[in-house]
């Protein structure tokens, strides 16, 4: 296999190197679908969290899983196991649960007359942490070494949690009995929060036929090492300078608001989020592109898991709670003002020229959408002074109206879902808190 790392401005590079073998996007991306294929015979709907699954698994990034019951979480997360060929634990959170359940503990041998480290059952590919805001603060600080670090330390003795290694949660969001809020560090160390809903009336009908026509069978559809092949290659994804200013500005705008052309939502953020955002923005976007068949990054892939990487990040003000304002008001918000990246398909060098006219006005390049590629903007025209002899009455300037006015502020009192990063940021979209309606690169 090979892989294609070519630049966004046609500038070949040598296919990345992996262990002795080389990695094709096309295929690799068939491969990743055939993966989704054999989660989706059993899973029905919920496109979005199966997709996240999988770019999270690529991004080597935990998850966290926030629905009501019965929604397939742990389904999906199991089937997902057996389609990748890891190994699969299901734990159980608990009040009484204690960190020795979760890590392992020392053991006296009397035979022996020595103490001796029992493993916990943490060491797995895939470990499922159910209903992980029941558990006491000593149990979720156990669990950070492992969700950081990937190892256990016990005894003295630390030992490296198996390649590769995912801790997926899973939380109710209507439960106050037996339930303990997550630390700010905690949800940190996550690298997405994916909202689960309630399945549509066509997918209801499918759930209960499938029910009735038996379970699925699931293959494996790709083992551990070629897993691991694919994960160094999302490291290697392509990330123009662009779209890493475009990832820092968007987290920039959590922090700084009203130096960033959002007054507005001043008072209803206590905190930005933190570096691991950016971070997980420009990885998140590495798998999602890879994902699709590609070996570079579009504005597109950053603004898709932007709500998923930011919403367990922001710590909102009280004001906003008593406005009833959530995370993805204020992403929604955000992701409609700060313009998307722009990145020129050609070379520098081969960059057309532009020789306007006396009178010619160079027209205005349009923002980037989900497909298209957009070219840099021509220098602007050089004036040309009038003979003296001749008189030439200023072009009349059009006028628009404050509503389309670009950098005009507006002050909704809730803020709509933007579908792509082209989104004029005075325009008002119908809400949406997820990308279903974006067109795949």
């Known amino acids: 296999m090979t892989f294609d790392n070519s630049s966004l401005n046609g500038d070949a590079a040598e296919p990345a190197a992996i262990d002795g073998a080389t990695i094709d996007v096309a295929e690799a991306a068939a491969r990743l679908e055939q993966t989704l294929f054999e989660v989706k015979k059993v899973i029905v709907g919920q496109d979005h969290m199966v997709e996240r699954l999988l770019v999270s698994l690529l991004a ?94 016990i005894g003295g003795q630390t030992r490296a949690l198996p390649s590769p ?45 499938r029910s009735a026509a038996g379970a699925s069978s699931v293959h494996q559809a790709i083992t551990l090492a070629e897993l691991e092949q694919l994960q160094l290659a999302t490291d290697r994804v392509y990330v123009d300078a662009a779209i890493a200013n475009y990832a820092v500005d968007l987290v920039m705008a959590t922090r700084e608001p009203a130096l960033r052309g959002l007054p507005e939502l001043e008072p209803f953020i206590e905190f930005g989020v933190s570096p691991r955002a950016t971070l997980g923005l420009v990885a998140a976007g590495r798998a999602l592109a890879i994902l699709r068949g590609r070996s570079y ?97 200023p072009p009349a300037t059009p006028t628009a109206s404050p509503s ?21 940021p005075t325009t008002e979209l119908p809400a949406s808190t997820d990308d279903s309606d974006r067109s795949p690169s």
């Open 165 to 209: 290694f995912l801790v997926l949660a899973t939380q109710n969001p209507i439960e106050s009995e037996g339930v303990y809020t997550l630390p700010e560090a905690q949800r940190d160390r996550f690298l997405m929060k994916v909202t689960v809903g309630y399945p549509s009336p066509a997918e209801e009908l499918e759930i209960v036929r």
């Open 60 to 153: 080597r990034g935990h998850i966290l899983l926030e629905g009501l019951p019965g929604l397939a979480k742990t389904l999906a997360v199991s089937t997902l196991a057996t389609a990748v060929g890891g190994s699969f634990v299901r734990l159980q959170f608990t009040p009484d649960l204690l960190p020795s359940d979760l890590i392992g503990t020392r053991i006296w041998r009397a035979s022996d007359e020595r103490f001796d480290i029992e493993w916990g059952p943490v060491f797995a590919n895939l470990v499922l942490t159910d209903e992980i805001n029941r558990a006491p603060a000593k149990v979720q600080s156990a669990l950070l070494e492992v969700m950081a670090e990937r190892q256990v330390s």
């Open 404 to 424: 389309t006015i670009p950098g005009q502020p507006v002050q909704p009192s809730r803020w709509s879902a933007p579908s792509n990063p082209a989104t004029d």
């Open 297 to 393: 990054v579009v504005p597109q892939d950053v603004f898709d898991v932007a709500r998923d990487v930011l919403r367990h990040r922001i710590m909102l003000s009280y004001e906003a709670l008593a406005k009833e304002l959530s995370a993805d008001d204020v992403i929604n918000r955000v992701l409609s003002v700060v313009p998307a990246a722009s990145i020129s398909p050609l070379p520098h060098a081969t960059t057309p020229s532009f020789a306007p006219g006396p009178g010619a006005v160079p027209a205005p390049s349009a923002a980037p959408g989900p497909a298209a590629a957009v070219m840099t903007p021509p220098p602007p025209p050089q004036r040309v002074a009038p003979p003296v002899e001749a008189t030439i009455a």
